[in-house]
């Protein structure tokens, strides 16, 4: 969200993360919607978990509602969402490379 960087460099960042997410998916056979969508975001510094942490997971959770022939948009509405995404952070020393860690759950599997 402040990062600042070149149009270039932006897209780059953007298929780059949307990319993983995908290799990361394509193993696993989804569960059906509706369903919830915890990122967590591990990382040796904490973000602001009201603003910064559900933009840094704007990729991500596109990617993700793409893999579901979602569009982005409808994971966010209302209570009939076929997403719902929540989010986390953990933080790790600084030695160790920032990560997310996907969790996909049915609805009925969390009540």
Not at 43 to 63: C, E, G, I, W, Y
Not at 64 to 92: C, H, N, T, W
Request: glycine share 4%; charged share 30%.
């Amino acid at each position: 969200m402040n990062l600042r960087e070149f149009p270039g460099e932006q897209m780059r960042r953007k298929r780059a993360q949307r990319d993983n997410v995908m290799l990361a998916l394509r193993p696993f056979r989804l569960p059906g919607v509706p369903v919830w969508c915890q990122l967590t975001r591990i990382a040796t510094r904490m973000l602001d978990p009201h603003d910064n942490l559900p933009a840094s997971f704007k990729h991500v959770a596109d990617q993700i509602a793409a893999a579901y022939g979602v569009e982005d948009f409808r994971a966010s509405l209302g209570s009939e969402q076929p997403i719902k995404f929540l989010y986390a952070q953990e933080q790790i020393p600084k030695a160790d490379h920032p990560r997310v860690r996907i969790e996909l759950m049915t609805r009925e599997a969390v009540k």
